[in-house]
């Protein structure tokens, strides 16, 4: 394809040459015909070293000898370059002759269901929604129109799903919450009668865990992305548009705005409330309510530039300490 036709199919300025594109890739990996991109300025003295044929770069960059498409968001613009390249993976058509349908089950127009899927009975599944093979949906599960579960995903009992849900290889949705009761030694499970409902658009990385409300909901509102190995445990309510990444998780019946952004390895304890629009540092330990647009890091979390000094100070801790010796010798100071 012609770099100005990629131009017009993603609103971008051309500049330079109009060659030919074959593929898209990585800056470094990029070769003769590819087209690649550059989003953070860090990556900008990699534009002299590349072999990509053109690239995708912000408005605001310098001009260069390398054939360019401009754009505000070029990040997103890749993205949308890697569509017009690459076909998605197409799932084998219609119902496997070796899935299992239960009994009262609904499928809408367009349904495909892999080998050795099962789907419990009374299940509603959207039009045009893909399940691939070895996936199982337990009795009485809603699932959207145009959604896709990967294989080995689990959809528990009475759990909804919306349109347009992605859910990656060995997704676990409305395993049973975390109750047990402790009673002279000995620990009682708590039924866990509630479900969990995932709104539009929501798309959950593989192996991540969505725990049923003990009782009620286990809500997972439109929008929001969450990542591989998530935790998320009964009762918790995630609103809109949020990032969850990877190893994060949230214990139970905590609640989270909208627009809020949890980095890897992030641990939140149960029954507090997150406001809108929230960042949380990766590695950080979250032990308290925190207001609309707090940006934060560190355990026990501070203010993410304050955090951020604090770890600073801690590396140079073994220093501090001689330097105090030193000072309580030279006072006469006894412990």
Do not use: W
Request: with cysteine.
């Amino acid at each position: 394809m012609k770099l100005s036709d990629i131009a017009q199919k993603l609103g971008c300025e051309m500049r330079g040459m109009d060659v030919e594109i074959t593929s898209v890739s990585g800056i470094d990996e990029a070769d003769k015909g590819d087209i690649t991109f550059v989003s953070n300025r860090k990556y900008i003295s990699r534009i002299k070293t590349t072999k990509a044929s053109a690239i995708i770069l912000g408005k605001d960059i310098p001009p260069i000898d390398i054939p360019s498409l401009r754009t505000d968001d070029p990040y997103f613009a890749f993205a949308r370059a890697l569509e017009i390249f690459f076909e998605p993976l197409q799932p084998e058509t219609g119902i496997h002759p070796t899935a299992v349908i239960g009994e009262g089950v609904i499928l809408g127009n367009g349904v495909n269901i892999g080998s050795y899927a099962v789907i419990g009975r009374n299940c509603r599944i959207g039009d045009n929604t893909t399940i691939y093979p070895n996936t199982v949906l337990y009795p009485d599960v809603v699932v959207g129109r145009d959604c896709v579960f990967h294989s080995f995903v689990t959809v528990r009992e009475g759990c909804r799903m919306g349109d347009r849900v992605i859910l990656q290889n060995g997704v676990v949705i409305g395993g049973d919450g975390f109750g047990f009761a402790t009673v002279d030694g000995v620990n009682h499970k708590i039924p866990q009668i509630g479900r969990v409902e995932i709104g539009d658009d929501v798309e959950i990385g593989a192996h991540t865990t969505v725990d049923r409300a003990a009782v009620d909901v286990t809500k997972i509102g439109k929008g929001t992305k969450i990542d591989n190995f998530v935790m998320i445990a009964h009762n918790v309510q995630i609103g809109e548009n949020c990032i969850i990444v990877a190893h994060s998780g949230i214990a139970g019946s905590t609640k989270i705005g909208n627009n809020v952004t949890i980095g890897a390895q992030v641990g939140i304890v149960g029954h507090i409330k997150i406001g809108n629009n929230v960042t949380v540092s990766s590695q950080s330990g979250v032990s308290r309510d925190l207001r609309d647009g707090e940006v934060v890091g560190g355990n026990p979390i501070t203010e993410l530039k304050q955090s951020i000094k604090i770890r600073a100070t801690m590396r140079k801790l073994p220093e501090m300490y001689k330097d105090i010796i030193k000072i309580k010798e030279k006072l006469e100071i006894k412990e």
